[in-house]
């Protein structure tokens, strides 16, 4: 069954360094999305880039290659792949011997494509090549208001506001206090989220209470940006919308889900917190 209780979450683990396929564990999107009005025809287009820093196999002749990895799971896959058990994938190839990058990458394509069961872009690169500058989501921080916030659970959309009276605006908005935990485990998920759009002024103390109100919510990332922008089409009817979070790095991963009304493509640059 692919559900999370029986994935290898909170499990005791044993890192095999041998190759094997098997350890990927997808679990299904269809039965969160139900729960936030999602059908099988989606209103958003989007993308998780998952970067994985602790990705090392070995050349030919036995000396190791390390590697940071980035991966693209098209939002219109049937499944999520469980972060624990990329892990654990991505460290049996720690004693496997293979012949250089392009064959290695072809191979995690290949595995990462049939757990999620849909195309996975896979992109490998040296730290030399990877090296880069943090930088920021760009928008107005929300952070700096002075509220009164009570409310940490579960995620409140009747915070959310919109002056429909109001001329049409495009903005750009961030906050750094988006926290969440993982459904299984029950350890905290930190994120940075921009949320980008055009149409009525949203109210900004109602979308920053709003998202303090995951501070106790237990669910995957994906789904979490999956329910922001919901949450945010429904109560504020924007004419676009865009939803991204760059959630803090565990276990030498991190993912950050994307969700957009039209069709686009995030950049994928470290902020500070990564």
């Not at 921080?141 to 959310?160: E, I, K, R, S, T």
């Not at 303090?212 to 004419?239: G, K, W, Y």
Request: with cysteine; net charge negative.
């Amino acid at each position: 069954m692919s559900t999370p209780d029986h994935s290898p979450l909170g499990k005791d683990t044993v890192y095999t360094g041998r190759y094997d396929p098997r350890l990927l564990f997808p679990i299904a999107r269809a039965d969160q999305r139900a729960q936030i009005g999602v059908a099988e025809l989606l209103p958003f287009h989007g993308v998780d880039i998952w970067n994985a820093y602790e990705l090392s196999w070995l050349d030919l002749r036995g000396k190791p290659e390390v590697a940071i990895a980035e991966f693209r799971v098209p939002a219109s896959s049937p499944h999520i792949i469980e972060s624990k058990s990329l892990k654990l994938y991505l460290n049996s190839f720690a004693g496997e011997r293979i012949a250089d990058a392009g064959t290695l990458t072809a191979t995690l394509r290949h595995d990462l494509s049939a757990a999620a069961g849909a195309v996975i872009g896979v992109q490998l690169g040296t730290v030399a090549a990877r090296a880069q500058r943090f930088t920021d989501l760009d928008g107005h921080l929300l952070d700096g208001q002075q509220l009164d916030v009570d409310d940490y659970g579960p995620p409140q959309a009747d915070f959310l506001q919109a002056d429909h009276a109001g001329a049409a605006i495009a903005e750009s908005l961030v906050s750094h206090l988006l926290r969440s935990n993982c459904p299984v485990t029950g350890q905290p998920d930190w994120a940075s989220v921009q949320i980008a759009y055009r149409g009525a002024p949203i109210d900004h103390a109602g979308l920053l209470r709003y998202l303090v109100s995951f501070r106790n919510h237990s669910d995957f990332h994906e789904q979490c940006v999956e329910r922001i922008f919901m949450d945010l089409t429904q109560r504020c009817a924007p004419q676009q919308l865009s939803v991204y979070a760059r959630y803090t790095r565990r276990g030498g991963l991190d993912i950050n889900p994307f969700r957009s009304s039209v069709p686009a493509t995030p950049d994928n640059l470290r902020s500070a917190r990564q």
